[in-house]
């Protein structure tokens, strides 16, 4: 209820991933509980969703509907996350704004007249507007860093492949092969961004992707 009452004021949500429901009915009756048990989490348009599209902001993609949760999905719903919505991005996401000619301009919550930033504009006004106290952002050039800041957030830009970019092979990273593409939380909170962390590296992101180093989080550090 919140997410559509904050996506009606700025436009930030462009996707309800139906069968959240389902899967929290599944959760209630697992006896495990994740890290992230029961926290809905908001995911930024590009990142692979079975049943749904990664638009990128451009036509071409709209017909393209993902037959598989990418890597980082399959890791959050197996710690007990929600994935709720899809947030907007700017067309081919290498752009400080967020606006795209297919769902249109998502303004900043704190302020209608200015932009959220990029390119996890989406994701940086729904957190800030109060509709998403989790989600998973990209980052090549300041995409969890702009809108992070422009909208009074705390944003991650983990090291390179530290979390799967699989199978979501048009993250930020394609263009500007010289920087790594990486996927990282965006909540407001250090805390919340420590948790994300923990619950993404574990022992299941390492045997869906073993591309990524088996390095698991470091609470001292």
Known sequence: GEALEVTREVNCVIDFIHGCEDQLQKLKKQKEKGLLYGIPISIKDHIDCKGHVSSGGMVKFLGQVKEEDSV?????????????????????????????????????????????????????????GGGSILGI?????????????????????????????????????????????????????????????KALLCEEMFRLDPTVPPLPFDKEV
């Open 137 to 197: 952002g990209s980052d090549v050039a300041g995409s969890i860093r702009l809108p992070s800041s422009f909208c009074g957030l705390c944003g991650l830009k983990p090291t390179g492949n530290r979390i799967s970019t699989s199978p979501s092979a048009r993250s930020d990273g394609t263009s500007v092969l010289a920087v790594t593409g990486v996927l990282g939380p965006m909540a407001r909170d250090v805390d919340s961004l420590a948790l994300c962390m």
């Open 72 to 128: 980082i999905v399959q890791v959050l719903k197996s710690q007990g996350a929600i994935p709720f919505v899809k947030t907007n991005i700017p067309q081919t996401m290498i752009n400080y704004d967020c606006s795209n000619l297919i769902f249109g301009q998502t303004l900043n919550p704190l302020n209608h007249e200015k932009s959220p930033g990029g390119s996890s504009g989406g994701e940086g006004a729904l957190i800030a």
